[in-house]
């Protein structure tokens, strides 16, 4: 079955940089593209990105531009992101979130979620 | 970017009604909208794509309809597993965004 497994806890100060993994099992890689997507304390669901894992095309939501990477290693199955000069209101539950289906193009919904990590980011 | 816009914000209900949620898109989204449930302390569960398709194993008493857009969710025979947050989701161009959120309660 999928599964969506992602690494624990961070605490960060202000400007630093955290890295998030999402190790994905039970499907094949490389077919299907990874959404990152997070949520601060009491707040809504926030769209940061999605990669297209076959060719490693990636869009991000235009206020995280220049802050956000996002990858993956096809060797390990796993997708990261990476989100660098981090600041108070970055403090949120991060999840990543699998395709349901193949999609090439545009127009890809999920289907399979992580269980999400949480990023504090104080001084 | 798109927006997204739920109504209401915030409904509670007893277990047996009907509830509809309702999503607008400021701008045509085709049927490209997905609607996902949060309990809290929980990940988002995905329960409907293409506005009315329902995922495997999404109990039938959920349905959703629309397109362009206006969208609903709804939830009949209302459980008490079903209080929990509601979030709808245009996924016809990037940023994919969502919508506020609806919480439900079951009195």
């Known amino acids: 079955q999928v599964q969506l497994v992602q690494s624990g806890a961070e605490v960060k100060k202000p400007g630093a940089s955290v890295k998030v993994s999402c190790k994905a099992s039970?499907?094949?890689?490389?077919?299907?593209?990874i959404n990152w997507v997070r949520q601060a304390p009491g707040q809504g669901l926030e769209w940061m990105g999605r990669?297209?894992?076959?060719?490693?095309?990636?869009n991000y939501a235009q206020k995280l531009q220049g802050r956000v990477t996002i990858t993956t290693d096809t060797s390990t199955s796993t997708a990261y992101l990476e989100l660098r000069s981090l600041r108070s209101d970055d403090t949120a539950v991060y999840y990543c979130?699998?395709?349901?289906?193949?999609?090439?193009?545009?127009?890809?919904?999920?289907?399979?979620w992580g269980q999400g990590s949480l990023v504090t980011v104080s001084s | 970017d798109i927006q997204m816009t739920q109504s209401p914000s915030s409904l509670s209900a007893s277990v047996g009604d009907r509830v509809t949620i309702t999503c607008r898109a400021s701008?045509?989204?085709?049927?490209?909208l997905a609607w996902f449930q949060q309990k809290p302390g929980e990940a988002p569960r995905s329960l409907i794509y293409?506005?009315?398709i329902l995922l495997s194993g999404v109990p039938s008493n959920f349905s959703g309809s629309g397109s362009g857009t206006d969208f609903t969710l709804t939830i009949s025979g209302l459980q008490p597993e079903d209080s929990a947050s509601y979030y709808c989701?245009?996924?016809?161009?990037?940023?994919?965004?969502f919508g506020q959120g609806t919480k439900l309660e079951i009195k």
């Open positions: 989701q245009q996924y016809e161009t990037y940023p994919y965004t």
């Open positions: 701008q045509g989204i085709y049927n490209h």
């Open positions: 293409h506005a009315s």
């Open positions: 039970g499907y094949t890689f490389t077919s299907y593209g």
């Open positions: 979130a699998r395709d349901l289906a193949r999609c090439s193009g545009g127009s890809c919904y999920v289907g399979y």
């Open positions: 990669i297209n894992v076959y060719n490693g095309k990636t």
